[in-house]
Every structure is written in structure tokens, then in C-alpha cells.
């Protein structure tokens, strides 16, 4: 089996190489993401998979590889980069790598509701970000977005309902300046913390918060360590889904179009249980016992009011025309 | 040659201890300045994993002039000194063929991010300044292993007393 | 695979550095397979770039001041006024030495040296045989990772995705009832021997010398009190006692010279780099493996072949023994680890169990020849070959082989202090 299999890898670089003399050759796009295979992400995946083989009548094959088995959080750009996989869906900030701009996802409170969000995946702008200079000279291309949900402050000391709560807090984050900066502006503080100590940082105090979706939430147990939950919706956790551009390139037509509509179809599926997980996630988290606080109108335009200074900050290395083309879909 | 020798061990452990004291020391502050002033920065433990894997990668020289990168002995023990010398010979070429490599794509790798421009999370380090240990520990390495090549060369055998 | 770890060996029996064949096995192996190797280098980097494997400086820093620093001396020198006396007492004393110097030190050659250095020639001095003397420090020198900090938990936790604290605290029970079980031992052959005590030491003594060692006694407690009261994560921790370590060797003990300093950190240097090197070219190995699916295979061939958890684990545990018996705890972690952890979900094993129960099969694996790091620190304190102290460690290396037993048959006995800490 395991000759096979390499057998098979081998035929999907050559036609990465641009080797694409026969059609008849199954083609093999190897995506590599880093979420548990029964993960919303991992569950669209195989749903493109099966999507993809349908409609291309098994001519394109897409091999998943779940949970940063070939490559981890830190690497899988670099692994689509030098072709050593086809497709990945990482989460938006890694692009900052790339191109500055995607730090547009971790401004406070640039969408609105679910409605903004799906609009700006359809946006111009959005495909000037996908189809960026930056990505293509790079011989990436961004082919959609697929949504973890809408992050909330929660924390172990206190009920937030203004931004003066936040006052003091220590916050557990991934990384990335704009969230440093956008805590910094209301007088809280951040702690960098992997994934795999955030439990046990929260527990201990190490951080006095974090800012999760109602997934992530219930994924990493964090209920059980903290008490209050805003369901302040201030920002988001996506994802981008990039293709390594110079194998997307040598698909033929067709087959191309067909996998596009594969991944359109996965995508609306994936949106859709991405909702339906962050609600049942979120009754899981009153079950449980949290506090929730849900912040009315006036609450919300105090944070928007206090988080201000970030916009300010960011605005020209995100750039106006990022910033206030996604405004203007509101 | 002899003192040639000596500043450049010296150069070595100069290089990676400082690499590496700095970074434990930022590590340091950083965890003071959040207990005290309850205040954090996130460039710095970036910086300082990177200062600290400089330091480990300028060290792998330096612990192969010391001879602990573990070897087995197993086989080796049994030989008459002439296979044993031909098999001091092939275990150092099998490491400069490692460096050829690792110095050579190390230094494809800081091509590739001098051009795609990517810089680090938190610090906007440019990742080409980062990679940069690559192919630098690599040539420090491939040195020491240079060395031990001549050394087996002439004959003279390559003590281990590999211990951590 | 089998083509992968022949080349492996061959190169290791070839006296190719571990690291080395390790990366270039993998090199040879993915070059076959059409791979893009631009991706090496990067691969190497990014296995390293993790703030939770910063720990692993930091402990071994630490470890490497204590030892110069007088902290271990006069730990030794308190314990022993108060049990020297008593029959066996000073095989006991080494035990107990290790014990202590392993809730500081994340690395068991280390403690092996660092007791082993002081208590070795003062159990001969006593008319202990040279090789009980030799096998009771390189036994007791294995707790140094099962006792927190530890190198390989914290190496397990950043394969496996596991907090660092919930590990450093399962190892806590586990090392004490090992610790416990090697001191009975202990006892034992010193009755059976005849080994004579030291005098006895007046309680002025005692309180002297415990006064003086108090400074390096508050450090475990510091370690992990650091950890659980939240000031610190494990990374911050292991800094923290440097920081500790050095304050009292130079202010307090003043034992800690400028001279000392470029020793200290060469001997930090040599263990970090070759560590951090060996981690660097199993990441190739295991993206060779992953690539080929061998994990999921495997794990695969065990859900069908209906495998039982008590076979796993002594399937396994031979695993580790015949790997550990050639290579060293790190790369036994980093190569097998990323293969059994499918199968550890598939199994339904608990994964902070599973890295108390390897973890103790690693420690076997360093007091077994050829490659048993311990066997070479206390052969080399010692002056004597390394068949002397693999004589003197087999009765140690049976009640531990004993305690494994109980510890796979009760997994309570790992998993209970970090659910009843939360
Ligand atoms: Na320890
Ligand atoms: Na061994």
C-alpha cells in the first residue's frame, strides 16, 4: 500500500510540474489542514473530497490529511509554497505572512452579523485579497473562505459588558500585533499561549481570558475553567482555502470549473454546519453554567467607540480601500 | 594555528552562548514584567525563540568539537584500527554530505523569503534574517566536520566519550 | 519503512552521529519519493520554532548550575547527617539525592551525574562495591525524567498536544513509588551485603547542614509552584530557575566564579544544541512517515487485528526497549511518538498514561547497553568499564521493569493527581 500511495504523490508533483500530457491520469489534489477529521473544517473537507470525485467523474482525486499530520500550523504554508501540497485552508491571519492586509479579519468589530461577513466572501474585495499580487507571485491563489464563527470575550474574574471591564484582564491570544494592540488601546494585556497550554493557562491564571468562538470554547474545555462569557461577537475566526496556483493552473479547464463548483457547494455545506456547531456549542456553554452577558445596542457602540485608535493604527497597512470595501457591504 | 584553533572555539561558544543567554534572559524579563506590571509583549517571546534556536543551531559545532552529538560505539569497538579508521572516514563524510544539504537548502530557503518578503508574526522580523542561522550553522558545522576528516586522514583516531 | 530504518541503522552501526542518520536516512528516503526537498531546511526550523520547547534550555541551564553551583552538594550533605547512619544509609542517600536533584533537573544523565559525582567515590570510600555504587546511581539517575521537570514530557507534550503541567504533575506519584521501590531494594542489599553505616551526625549538624541546603530545597517547590499558582507557564518556569539557581550560587553559596562561566554554558551549549538537532532531523523521519501514511496504517492494522490494550502495551514497551537499547531517550520520543499517537485514540488509551508508561520504558532504556546514557555518566565517574555498572544496575533494572507493570495494569496511579489538581 505504501508504494502506491507514493506512486500516486509522485504523479500529482509531476503534474504540479506542469506535466500534464494525459488527462487520463487521475489528478491529486493532497490538502492538508490541520483541524480533527470530525472538526467542521476536517467534515467540509471530506465533503469536497467526495463533491470533487462526483463531479469530475473520479478524474480529480482530493486526499485529505487531517490534523496536521503532514504539516503542522506553522509549516503547511510553506509546505503549499514549495509544492509539497496542493490545497490548504489555514486560518486568515497566517496569510499576514504574505500580505499585511489580512490583518482586516482581527479589527474589532469590522462585520456586523453573519450577513456582512457572507456578502464580503463574494466581494470584490474580497477576491482582490484572494487574487492578490502577493499570493499569486508567490504562486498561491485564494479560492474561498470557510467560517469557524464569531469570536467572544470570555474570562474567570468578571462579567464584560463595557469596555472598562476589560480593564486589567490578561488575555490568552495565538499572536498577531492588531490583537495586542486592539487590548492594549482598552488597558488589557495579552499573553501569547499555544493552543495545547491555554487550558491549563486559564485554570492556573497565567491569562484571565480569551477571545474564542462558542466552538473553540467547548473544543478546549474552557468552560470548565471560566466563568463569564460576552457574547460580544467582535471579531472573527475564517478561513482562507488557497490552492498552490501553479498546479491549479495546469488542470484543465474544465475539470477546473467543475472542482470550483465542488469547492462553492463544500463551502455553503461548510457555513452552514460552522452555524449549527457554534450554536450547539453555545448551548453546551449555558448548560454548563456560565454566565452570559449579551451586550444590548449602546453596550456595542461603547466597544466599537473604545476600539476606534486600532482602526486608526491599521488603516494604511490594511489599506482604506480593504477597510471601507468591506464597510461599505454593511 | 594552534591559537587560530583557540579563537575559533572560542568564536563558537562566544556566538551560541550569547544567542542563547540572551534569549533565556528576555524570557526572563518578559515573565517579571507580566508578574509585576501585569504587562506582556508578544514580539518578545518571538524574539526570544528565535535567539534561542540561533544559539542551539550555532551550538551543534560546538558540541561536535566536543564530540557529544550521540554515536554508537557497538560495532565500532570490535574493529582493528584500520577499519576502524575507514569507518571514521565514512561516518564524516556521511555528515558533510548532511551539511551540503542543509547549507544548501538553508540558503535556498532564505532566497525564497528575501524574495516572497514574508516576515515573522509578531516581531516582523524578516523571515530571510531569521532563516539566516540556516546555512551559516550549517558552514560552522561542516567546518568541524572538515576537521575531523583530515584527522582521519592521518590516522588519528576520533575519541568519543559521548555523555550528556 | 523497512527500507527507511534499515538505512537508519546501518548508518547508526557505521557510527554516524543519531541526528545525522536520522536526517539522512529520511533525506535518501524522500528523494524517492518525488518530494520537493526545499522543504528540508524549513522542516528542520520550524519543529524547533516552539516557546514550549524553550523549556528544554532553560532545564538543562538550570541543571548545569545546580551542579557547579554547590546547590547539589550541600543538598547531599543534608540528607546525608540524616539517614548516613543508618544501615544502607548511604545507598539510601543516593536514592533519595536523586530524587531531589530530579524535581529540578529535567534530564536524567544529569541527575546520574550530578549525584553520582559526589555519592559514587564516597559509597567506595565506604566498602560499597564499586558496582552497586554505580548501578544505584544510574537507576536512581532514571527518575530524572519521570519526576518533573522532564525533557521527555515535555518532548511528549509537544508531539502530542499535551499540557506540559498535566504531565510534569502525573509524574509526580509515579516517580515516588519508583523512588520508594528502588530505595527497598537498596536496604535490601545493604543488609545482605553487610554494608557499613557512617557515623552518626549530632543534631547540630543536622541543623547546620539543613540551613545551608534549605536555599536549593525551596527550588522544586518553586518549579512547580510557579507553574500551578500561575505566575509562570513551564518555559517561564524552567527560566525562573535558572534565575534561582544562580542567585543562590553566586550571592548565597558564592561557589559560582566568572571563571565557571564559559564551562557552564559550553556544557548547556553541548547538551541543548545536540538535543535540538535530533528533534530537528526526526522531523524529517516523521514527515517521510507521515507521508507514506505509516500512522494511520498502523493504527488501521491494529483497529482490525482487534489488538488488546495490555498487548499494545507490551508490544510497545519491547518496542522502546529494543529501540532505546541503541538510541537516546529524545529520539525514541520523536521517531515512535508521532506513530503511536493514532493509535492511542484508536485504543481509547489515555494519552497522559501512555507518556507515564513510556517514559518509564525510555528510563530502562538509558541504563541499558550499548547505548545507556546513564551507564556512560557512571562509568566514567567511576573509572571503571561500562559491563561493571550494567552488572551492578540489573536488580534496579528488574524493580523497575515491576513498577511499570503495576503502573500500565493501574492507570489511576498516572491519571489521578492532575484530575484531582483541576
Ligand atoms: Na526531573
Ligand atoms: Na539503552
Avoid at chain 1, 456549542?281 to 454566565?291: F, P, R, T
Avoid at chain 2, 558540541?63 to 570490535?78: C, E, W
Avoid at chain 3, 539510601?92 to 553520582?116: E, H, K, Q, R
Avoid at chain 3, 522502546?320 to 508521532?338: A, K, Q, R
Wanted: include cysteine; aromatic fraction near 12%; charged fraction near 15%.
Amino acid at each position: 500500500a505504501c508504494s502506491n500511495d507514493s506512486a500516486g504523490k509522485s504523479e500529482a508533483t509531476n503534474e504540479g510540474n506542469g506535466n500534464n500530457e494525459s488527462t487520463d491520469d487521475e489528478i491529486v489534489i493532497r490538502f492538508s489542514h490541520v483541524a480533527p477529521p470530525h472538526n467542521v473544517k476536517g467534515l467540509a473537507a471530506e465533503k469536497f473530497a467526495e463533491l470533487v470525485a462526483e463531479k469530475t467523474d473520479n478524474k480529480v482525486k482530493v486526499e485529505v490529511y487531517d490534523s496536521g499530520q503532514l504539516y503542522g500550523d506553522g509549516e503547511e504554508l510553506d509546505a503549499i509554497l514549495s509544492g509539497n501540497v496542493e490545497m490548504i485552508a489555514p486560518s486568515m491571519s497566517k496569510l499576514v505572512q504574505l500580505d499585511p492586509r489580512w490583518q482586516f479579519i482581527d479589527l474589532p468589530y469590522l462585520f456586523k452579523d453573519k450577513h456582512h461577513l457572507r456578502d464580503f466572501f463574494t466581494s470584490e474585495t474580497a477576491q482582490s485579497l484572494l487574487e492578490s499580487e502577493q499570493l499569486v507571485n508567490n504562486g498561491l491563489i485564494g479560492l474561498g473562505f470557510w467560517e469557524n464563527g464569531f469570536i467572544n470575550f470570555t474570562n474567570s474574574q468578571r462579567p464584560i459588558s463595557s469596555p472598562e471591564d476589560l480593564e486589567g484582564l490578561t488575555f490568552r491570544v495565538q499572536s498577531g500585533q492588531l490583537i495586542e494592540a486592539k487590548y492594549n488601546t482598552v488597558g488589557a494585556n495579552t499573553a501569547t499561549i499555544a493552543w495545547a497550554e491555554a487550558y491549563t493557562a486559564l485554570q492556573q491564571g497565567v491569562a484571565d481570558g480569551a477571545e474564542v468562538t462558542p466552538d473553540q470554547m467547548d473544543v478546549g474545555s474552557f468552560y470548565e475553567v471560566l466563568d463569564y462569557l460576552t457574547l460580544s461577537n467582535h471579531g472573527r475566526i475564517d478561513y482562507a482555502v488557497i490552492m498552490n496556483k501553479d498546479f491549479w493552473d495546469t488542470i484543465p479547464e474544465d475539470l477546473r470549473g467543475q472542482v470550483s463548483e465542488a469547492l462553492v457547494e463544500a463551502s455553503e455545506y461548510q457555513w452552514g454546519i460552522a452555524e449549527e456547531n457554534n450554536q450547539t456549542s453555545l448551548e453546551k456553554l449555558i448548560d454548563e453554567g456560565m454566565e452570559v452577558i449579551e451586550p444590548s445596542e449602546a453596550d456595542r457602540e461603547q466597544f466599537v467607540e473604545a476600539f476606534q485608535p486600532v482602526y486608526e493604527e491599521y488603516r494604511d497597512v490594511i489599506t482604506p480601500e480593504i477597510i471601507d470595501g468591506i464597510r461599505d457591504l454593511e | 594555528m594552534k591559537s587560530l584553533k583557540k579563537y575559533w572555539a572560542l568564536m563558537e561558544d562566544v556566538l551560541s552562548g550569547t544567542f542563547l543567554v540572551t534569549g533565556i534572559t528576555l524570557i526572563f524579563y518578559e515573565t517579571v514584567m507580566r508578574f509585576l506590571f501585569n504587562s506582556s509583549k508578544a514580539w518578545i517571546g518571538e524574539v526570544s525563540i528565535y535567539l534561542i534556536i540561533w544559539g542551539a543551531l550555532f551550538g551543534i559545532a560546538v558540541a561536535l568539537r566536543n564530540k557529544r552529538h550521540v554515536q554508537i560505539d557497538f560495532l565500532y569497538d570490535f574493529l582493528s584500527p584500520f577499519y576502524r579508521r575507514i569507518v571514521d572516514l565514512f561516518s564524516v563524510s556521511v555528515g558533510i554530505i548532511f551539511c551540503i544539504f542543509y547549507i544548501y537548502y538553508g540558503g535556498s530557503l532564505v532566497m525564497h523569503n528575501y524574495q516572497t518578503g514574508m516576515s515573522s508574526m509578531n516581531a516582523s522580523i524578516p523571515l530571510w534574517v531569521v532563516y539566516l542561522i540556516l546555512p551559516t550553522s550549517g558552514i560552522l558545522f561542516c567546518l568541524r566536520f572538515i576537521e575531523q576528516f583530515i584527522h582521519a586522514i592521518r590516522g588519528e583516531e576520533i575519541n568519543d566519550d559521548s555523555t550528556v | 519503512m523497512i527500507l527507511l530504518f534499515s538505512i537508519f541503522f546501518i548508518l547508526l552501526l557505521l557510527r554516524v552521529p543519531v541526528a545525522i542518520s536520522l536526517a539522512v536516512s529520511s533525506i535518501i528516503m524522500l528523494l524517492q519519493g518525488n518530494f520537493n526537498l526545499d522543504m528540508f531546511a524549513h522542516r528542520m526550523f520550524s519543529s524547533l520554532d516552539s516557546f514550549t520547547l524553550m523549556t528544554i534550555p532553560g532545564f538543562v541551564l538550570a541543571g548545569v548550575i545546580l551542579a557547579k553551583g554547590g546547590i547539589t552538594k550541600y543538598l547531599i550533605e543534608a540528607i546525608r547527617s540524616w539517614i548516613a547512619h543508618l544501615p544502607g544509609g548511604l545507598s539510601v542517600v543516593a536514592i533519595l539525592a536523586c530524587m531531589f536533584f530530579a524535581s529540578i533537573s529535567g534530564s536524567s544523565p544529569a541527575t546520574a551525574a550530578a549525584v553520582g559525582a559526589i555519592m559514587i567515590p564516597s559509597m567506595i570510600k565506604n566498602n560499597y562495591s564499586a558496582k552497586y555504587s554505580m548501578g544505584i546511581v544510574a537507576a536512581g539517575g532514571t527518575l530524572g525524567i519521570l519526576l518533573p521537570p522532564s525533557i521527555a514530557l515535555i518532548m511528549y507534550g509537544v508531539i502530542a498536544q499535551v499540557s506540559i503541567g498535566d504531565l510534569f504533575i502525573a509524574g509526580i506519584i509515579p516517580g515516588i513509588l519508583l523512588g520508594l521501590a528502588l530505595v527497598t531494594v537498596a536496604i535490601f542489599f545493604a543488609w545482605k551485603n553487610g554494608y557499613k553505616s557512617e557515623g552518626k551526625s549530632s543534631w547540630a549538624e543536622r541543623g547546620k547542614h539543613s540551613l545551608k541546603a534549605i536555599w536549593g530545597a525551596f527550588l522544586p517547590f518553586i518549579i512547580l509552584g510557579s507553574i500551578y499558582s500561575g505566575v509562570a507557564t513551564p518555559t517561564e518556569a524552567a527560566v525562573i530557575s535558572v534565575f534561582y539557581a544562580l542567585f543562590v550560587s553566586v550571592f548565597i553559596y558564592k561557589e559560582l566564579l566568572w571563571k565557571d562561566v564559559r564551562p557552564i554554558l559550553v556544557e548547556t551549549i553541548n547538551i541543548t544544541s545536540m538535543i535540538f538537532l535530533i528533534i530537528g532531523a526526526a522531523s524529517l523521519f516523521s514527515l517521510y512517515l507521515t507521508n507514506e501514511q505509516i500512522p494511520q496504517q498502523l493504527g488501521q492494522w491494529i483497529q482490525d487485528a482487534n489488538m488488546s490494550k495490555t498487548l499494545f502495551f507490551i508490544s510497545t514497551g519491547i518496542l522502546f526497549f529494543i529501540l532505546g537499547m541503541f538510541l537516546d531517550p529524545i529520539s525514541v520520543i520523536v521517531i515512535t511518538l508521532p506513530i503511536f499517537l493514532p493509535v492511542l485514540e484508536v485504543l481509547d488509551i489515555n494519552s497522559i498514561h501512555f507518556a507515564i508508561v513510556m517514559t518509564i520504558n525510555i528510563e530502562l532504556a538509558m541504563i541499558t547497553p550499548p547505548v545507556g546514557l546513564n551507564l556512560f555518566v557512571v562509568s566514567s565517574i567511576a573509572r571503571k568499564k561500562m559491563g561493571h555498572a550494567v552488572q551492578g544496575v540489573l536488580p534496579f533494572m528488574l524493580v523497575m521493569v515491576f513498577v511499570l507493570i503495576i503502573i500500565i495494569a493501574i492507570p489511576s496511579i498516572s491519571t489521578w493527581l492532575p484530575q484531582f489538581m483541576k
